[in-house]
């Protein structure tokens, strides 16, 4: 509709002034040439603002898409856990920095790149990949997992889940989060234990007693 707007102005006041040509002293056929020029040129300038200023909307309007982005990222920076989007296809299109921690990898190493990329061969990675699917297909995903991080080595629980929204261009992509909670489960197993050491001692206690009394 715009580009019709665009034509319109410069195809319309050269019509004008051919039409008023009649009463024009110009020579033919150069005063009809230059009566087109003179219609057109206002059309022209016209043109070119139009043109300039749509070029800067464009650009405001990138500029405006770069700061909601670079905004939403400093937002999961800050948060603790590890935070990540995946394109369609499986490829990671945000990470915040807990997920680099968790990796041992640079942002710049993970963007771009899928799991299977990443983890060439791993059976885990083919797993995951086979999860993401079925998210992005509409289910969602809530499980515990141990795994080893890959650069202190520790033995790590922690709870992973995925679902999937519309980007802004109304494209599926999946949010994952993973959860550390290996500090929870280690006080659940030191509890455990605690209660379990409790009870023994509390038996021995008890035969303790009931041998005293039997000598009574």
Same mark, same amino acid.
């Given at each position: 509709?715009?580009?019709? %707007?665009?034509?319109?102005?410069?195809?319309?006041?050269?019509?004008? +002034?051919?039409?008023?040509?009649?009463?024009?002293?110009?020579?033919?056929?150069?005063?009809?040439?230059?009566?087109?020029?003179? =219609?057109?040129?206002?059309?022209?300038?016209?043109?070119? @603002?139009?043109?300039?200023?749509?070029?800067?909307?464009?650009?405001?309007?990138?500029?405006?898409?770069?700061?909601?982005?670079?905004?939403?990222?400093?937002?999961?920076?800050?948060?603790?856990?590890? %935070?990540?989007?995946?394109?369609?296809?499986? $490829?990671?299109?945000? +990470?915040? !920095?807990?997920? #680099?921690?968790?990796?041992?990898?640079?942002?710049? #190493?993970? *963007?771009?790149? !899928?799991?299977?990329?990443?983890?060439? =061969?791993?059976?885990?990675?083919?797993?995951?990949?086979?999860?993401?699917?079925?998210?992005?297909? =509409?289910?969602?995903?809530?499980?515990?997992? &141990?795994? %080893?991080?890959?650069?202190? =080595?520790?033995? %790590?629980? $922690?709870?992973?889940?995925?679902?999937?929204?519309?980007?802004? &261009?109304? @494209?599926? +992509?999946? +949010?994952?989060?993973?959860?550390?909670? !290996?500090? @929870?489960?280690?006080?659940?197993?030191?509890?455990?234990?605690? *209660?379990? $050491?409790?009870?023994?001692?509390?038996?021995? !206690?008890?035969?303790?007693?009931?041998?005293?009394? &039997?000598?009574?």
């Amino acid at each position: 509709r715009r580009r019709d %707007v665009e034509i319109a102005l410069l195809v319309l006041p050269g019509l004008i +002034v051919i039409g008023l040509d009649p009463w024009l002293a110009w020579p033919r056929p150069a005063g009809l040439t230059l009566a087109v020029i003179a =219609g057109m040129a206002p059309a022209l300038y016209l043109l070119r @603002q139009s043109r300039a200023a749509r070029a800067a909307d464009s650009q405001r309007a990138q500029a405006r898409q770069s700061e909601t982005w670079a905004f939403i990222q400093r937002i999961l920076d800050v948060i603790p856990e590890a %935070v990540y989007l995946k394109s369609q296809d499986g $490829r990671y299109t945000l +990470v915040n !920095t807990a997920f #680099e921690q968790e990796k041992g990898r640079a942002r710049a #190493e993970l *963007l771009g790149r !899928t799991v299977q990329e990443l983890y060439p =061969g791993s059976a885990g990675a083919e797993r995951s990949h086979a999860e993401d699917r079925a998210v992005l297909a =509409g289910q969602f995903l809530r499980k515990e997992e &141990d795994h %080893v991080h890959p650069v202190s =080595g520790r033995p %790590v629980t $922690r709870i992973i889940i995925k679902g999937h929204c519309l980007d802004p &261009d109304g @494209q599926p +992509v999946l +949010v994952g989060i993973h959860i550390d909670i !290996t500090s @929870q489960r280690q006080s659940e197993t030191q509890l455990r234990s605690a *209660l379990a $050491r409790q009870a023994q001692h509390n038996a021995a !206690t008890n035969a303790f007693v009931q041998r005293v009394l &039997d000598l009574i």
